[in-house]
């Protein structure tokens, strides 16, 4: 199995602008994860979804930030407008079945914004 | 300017040498324990996981002790290696989440 793929790892951009990162979580798992990591907060679940249904999104920032998994094998985190605070590197995790399960972490998507 | 961020405790140790990391978590109602490895660039990367019925777990090189008293986890690992310098993060089940700590680095000396 490929792992979960995260795209772009890279990604640079302006202030105000709208940001999209993509995931594709390991075929047959059920649960999938969007986490941020910083310096200064360290590692913050974001948001989490059951069978493609968000579960726990309390960690999402604010109304700048959103998430959708139209289907099993795709799920987006979006940010418009962009901050320079948003500046992170985003994980994706998917796991088998819910929290209490091993989560399998994709590359990560270094966020930059000017 | 000045950079601010989370300070995260290092541990050097000797090639060969064992190596034990230490955890403190603060919900005891936590009932699992996870620990993660993260090296440079990369995700973070299951290593053992622990239940609160447990004192004690065992992997391959690796052992996994929980303290619930004291509300303490540690993970130990045997001969150490080159390739086990990282980043190594607790985390435990908290309303549902998991929620890490900030981490412990391990330098591994040759």
């Known amino acids: 199995d490929a792992g979960v793929i995260q795209s772009p790892r890279h990604e640079v951009t302006e202030m105000g602008q709208e940001v999209t990162l993509r995931c594709k979580p390991i075929?047959?798992?059920?649960?999938l994860f969007w986490y941020r990591q910083t310096m200064m907060r360290g590692l913050e679940l974001l948001i989490y979804?059951?069978?493609?249904?968000?579960?726990?999104d309390s960690g999402m920032p604010e109304d700048r930030f959103s998430a959708k998994m139209p289907n099993a094998s795709f799920s987006t985190l979006k940010i418009q407008p962009s901050e320079p605070r948003d500046s992170a590197v985003y994980f994706c995790?998917?796991?088998?079945?819910?929290?209490?399960?091993?989560?399998?972490f994709g590359p990560g998507t270094r966020l930059t914004v000017l | 300017g000045e950079s601010v961020g989370l300070h995260l405790p290092t541990l050097s140790v000797q090639e060969g040498d064992n190596s034990i990391i230490n955890c403190a978590y603060s919900?005891?109602?936590?009932?699992?324990f996870i620990w993660y490895k993260q090296e440079s660039g990369k995700g973070p990367q299951f290593i053992i996981d622990?239940?609160?019925?447990?004192d004690k777990r065992q992997g391959q090189r690796v052992t996994v002790l929980l303290n619930k008293t004291v509300k303490h986890l540690s993970l130990q690992i045997a001969a150490t290696q080159p390739g086990d310098s990282a980043v190594y993060f607790c985390?435990?089940?908290?309303?549902?989440?998991?929620?890490f700590g900030a981490g412990t680095i391990l330098r591994v000396k040759s």
């Open positions: 995790a998917s796991s088998p079945r819910g929290t209490y399960n091993e989560q399998f």
């Open positions: 979804f059951n069978n493609n249904v968000p579960i726990d």
């Open positions: 919900n005891s109602a936590s009932d699992y």
């Open positions: 985390a435990e089940i908290r309303g549902n989440k998991l929620v």
């Open positions: 622990i239940r609160s019925n447990m």
């Open positions: 075929s047959g798992h059920n649960s």
